[in-house]
């Protein structure tokens, strides 16, 4: 165990085993915050120190702090989306999420940097600007839940929640070396998530290590009336489905996800973990996911129209920015106001996703645009029936390369795309998905392994992911900051 003056380096299960006292916990982050943060730049509202108001309950996560990604509504508390258009808006309520970590005692810990309405792969389209990565500040973090993985990898906070689209809680786990998983859809509330693609959104935790993982789906996975979407499935207790041996585990391993622009060390590091993983009594099969190829382009059709339609309500009327400029344009001065407050409010990115799902969504490419991809969607999602109807998961890098340098595809978006494109199929086709540190290039950034299971088999992954992590000393390579 490490030296208690550097408590924030622990995890939650070690912070439980030693019964850790709240408040020394606290002024131990406190204190790596006041360190680092100005470097790493993971929050967008740090978290307030008010060690007398740790809860005095025994639920799961009693005394635990988890930051929480800035487009999840905490009560009384700015919920901004990193974006302009939100600044100064308070959540008049709690997410759903947010209620259960109060019920289990946990310590809300700030709330934590983002790509704009969660449009990104890098953290770089900020309000706030960009957060960096803590294992090399010259590079990203990942995205569009850069902020909360960085402030896990940083030491910044014991565990975090982050939501993810088509990739952003896994990409940016593989880049900042923390553990990031994508539940089922419908396995956790989006109720006060604020939206950026409904049919693929799911909030999922992001931690030091699989067991925390674990915890902490314990506490926010389970049914909620209150979202349309939730699905009544029973949560089993993950935590216990840790150790168990791998013994007959079926592994799929896809073709089409170990061609030509993976980088070297990535499938290195990844043919090592396989390795280790069939030490440990997984059997593996090659299989083929054909449609795989229309994944990202079907990706940023549906996205980009289903985000068209929700940000739609930020106009400068109901909350949020609403623009200075009163010179009148012309006689429509409601139009006018309207242009002006979405025109300054919305950054770069958000703009293009808007107009791009706006274009998809419009009379005479309707048919031609969303119709065609919400049927190529249909036929991804078969392809995973398919194959899980003879395994137990899936295994596959989290991100074809390692981190990249700030700035490095901000000017070539359809480069930044492709960053998610080993994570966009989960979303796509609804399933759970894990990524887990499984190695470092030479420059000294991680890399990430991600499995896939079929649909509410979150406990498979947790299973195969803790066995391939007691094997390993990954998740203890901490970035010298």
């Given amino acids: 165990m490490e030296n208690k003056k550097e408590l924030f380096r622990w995890t939650a299960g070690e912070i439980k085993q030693n019964k850790t006292n709240p408040q020394e916990l606290i002024l131990s982050l406190d204190d790596r915050i006041n360190l680092i943060e100005d470097k790493v730049k993971a929050f967008t509202k740090k978290p307030d120190v008010l060690p007398d108001a740790v809860p005095q309950n025994s639920g799961l996560l009693c005394g635990i702090p988890v930051s929480i990604k800035d487009n999840i509504c905490v009560q009384n508390e700015p ?14 309520y709690d997410a759903e999420v947010i209620r259960r970590l109060k019920v289990a005692g946990a ?9 704009e309405f969660a449009f990104g792969s890098s953290t770089e389209n900020s309000f706030y600007g960009p957060t960096k990565n803590p294992h090399n500040l010259d590079c990203v973090p990942g995205g569009s839940s850069g902020g909360s993985a960085a402030a896990v990898a940083a030491d ?42 409904s049919s693929l959104d799911q909030i ?26 939730s699905v009544h499935v029973e949560v089993p207790d993950y935590s216990k489905i840790l150790g168990k041996d791998l013994k007959g585990l079926k592994v799929g391993l896809p073709k089409e996800y170990f061609r030509e622009g993976m980088d070297r060390e990535v499938k290195l590091a990844v043919d090592e ?42 106009d400068g009327v109901q909350y949020g920015y609403r ?46 645009y969303y119709l065609r991809a919400q049927k190529v969607r249909t036929l991804i999602k078969r392809d995973f029936d398919e194959v899980f109807k003879g395994l137990d998961c899936i295994i596959t890098p989290t991100s074809p390369t390692a981190a990249f340098k700030i700035g490095e595809k901000t000017d070539d978006p359809l480069k930044m795309y492709l960053s998610d494109i080993y994570t966009i199929s989960a979303n796509l086709a609804g399933i759970p998905a894990i990524s887990i540190p499984c190695g470092f290039n030479q420059e000294g950034l991680p890399i990430g392994l991600q499995i896939m299971a079929k649909p509410f088999a979150e406990e498979t992954l947790f299973k195969a992911a803790f066995a391939y992590e007691q094997e390993t000393n990954w998740r203890r390579i901490r970035p010298t900051l």
């Fill in 273 to 314: 973990a396989i390795n280790i993983l069939k030490n440990k009594g997984a059997k593996f099969t090659e299989v083929s996911l054909p449609h795989t190829e229309y994944a990202v382009a079907v990706y940023y059709i549906i996205a980009t129209a289903e985000a068209s339609s929700n940000l739609a309500r930020f």
């Fill in 204 to 229: 999922g935790p992001l931690t030091k290590d699989v067991r925390d993982s674990a915890l902490l789906m314990n506490v926010i996975a389970g049914y909620d009336p209150k979202d349309s979407t």
């Fill in 79 to 92: 919920t901004t989306c990193a974006s302009k258009i939100l600044s100064g808006f308070l959540a008049p």
């Fill in 156 to 197: 910044e906070t014991i565990m975090s929640l982050g939501s993810d689209t088509g990739g952003s809680i896994r990409q940016p786990a593989s880049f900042c070396g923390v553990v990031g998983l994508k539940p089922t859809y419908g396995r956790v509330s989006r109720y006060g998530l604020i939206a950026f693609a």
């Fill in 323 to 368: 623009t200075t400029n009163r010179e009148p344009r012309t006689a429509n001065r409601l139009i006018d106001m309207y242009k002006a407050s979405r025109g300054e409010g919305f950054g770069k990115e958000a703009k293009r996703r808007i107009l791009l799902g706006t274009f998809v969504l419009s009379s005479g490419y309707y048919d031609a």
């Fill in 107 to 115: 310590i809300l810990w700030g709330k934590t940097n983002m790509d």
